[in-house]
């Protein structure tokens, strides 16, 4: 009897040790699971959160923009702009909403936006006449929205410094947005029955660089090149090291000067200068004009008549735009960019990519208005500082003449490109700080 209690016994621990087993083999199973959901859902809703942020602030853009057109065809472009911006926002919002969040009130308000573009977008498109209390609720609804882009702001810094999970943090979440719902329940959204560059620095749109010509060289001939149109700024060693691809043929080199060590790409076809950058250390702090500086270096590039259209410091590094100048027009598509370290003046970059591809010299008509017509129009609440001619990129590669009206609405600051034969507008920029400095959208 004592041996059949004891070998009960016995098979009875070995299950329970199986059983531990088990169980912690089930627990650990369960624990990465339910760190893989955790994940999943804060991917999710970080994903919603980036989507419903991008959407309300090009929402804003888009009213803000509205404040300095009269132009109908313009005033279309941006409320469709607008309104696809309010359907990404909803969107994102129909994700919080449908897993508990409350999120009636913003959801209202981008519903509301939505609706009232739709309506400024249906007069416009029948070329009737927005009134200024229209207006002046288009200008309310952009305030709102920047009050909607600042609440939301913090939760969008913690999600990029890694310290926000929406998964543990569910109650904060909705404080958050309660503090935004608050925020608008103020009235003012009734309604009647309801983008580091500058102007033009981004799309290469042409299939084929249109300067390169003159026949391939040899990779000896190309840093022959470089000593020769580097040589004022000390380059003491060039160095060929290999062939590159991307939009042409080009040859690499690695070079070295009094600052440091840096690589350059040169076309095969012809010997432009494409790109290239120093990484060097920062020198004594001087003083000079960038501006200045920057000419000088692409000059002896080879790049002449070229004029800064564009600046932006950052990181100790200015950025500066230069745009081909032709009979007093500032010729947007033939830009170089360059790199200034801010402490030296020291050229540390250059890439001539969009030069390369659009540079031609171009037939420009004699403009109906001149500039001083220009200047004495309106353009919405716009307070006109400067204005010049200017030819510019239009969708699907194409080119036009306009002129370039600078000015600020309200302490905002905006580039209309307006017609020189009508004074309509035809393009909109406004200026914005970016987390790189000043940007144009």
Sequence with gaps: MERSTAKFFAVLAALLLVGAAVMGVFLNVSRQSERQYRLGVNNDYEQAYYQLTDSVGNMRVNLDKARVTRNSAMMCELMMDASVSCESAAQALYKFSA???????LTKFVNQVGDYSAYIHSKASKGEEITQSEYAMLQKLSSTAATVQEKLAPVREGIGAGGYEFSSRLGSLNEEFSSIMNALQDGSMEYPSLIYDGPFSDGLDQKQAKTLTGGEITPEQG?????????SAGISGVTYSGEGNSHFKTYLYTIQDDHGSGDVQLAANGGAI???TFNCESGEENSFDAKENAVEFVSALGYENMVPVWSAESDGIIYMNLCFEQDGAVIYPDMVKVKINAADGHVIGCETLSYLFNHTQRSLDRPALSAEDISSRKY???????VRLAVIPTPGGGERLAYEVYGT??????????DPDTGEEVRVLMVVDGEQGELLI
């Design 99 to 105: 897993d508990g969040y409350s999120a009636s009130a």
């Design 223 to 231: 840093a022959k090149i470089i000593s020769e149109k580097l040589g």
């Design 274 to 276: 494409v790109q290239f």
């Design 380 to 386: 919405g609440e716009l307070e006109t500082e400067s």
């Design 409 to 418: 609405a309200q302490g905002e600051k905006f580039f209309v490109y307006a």
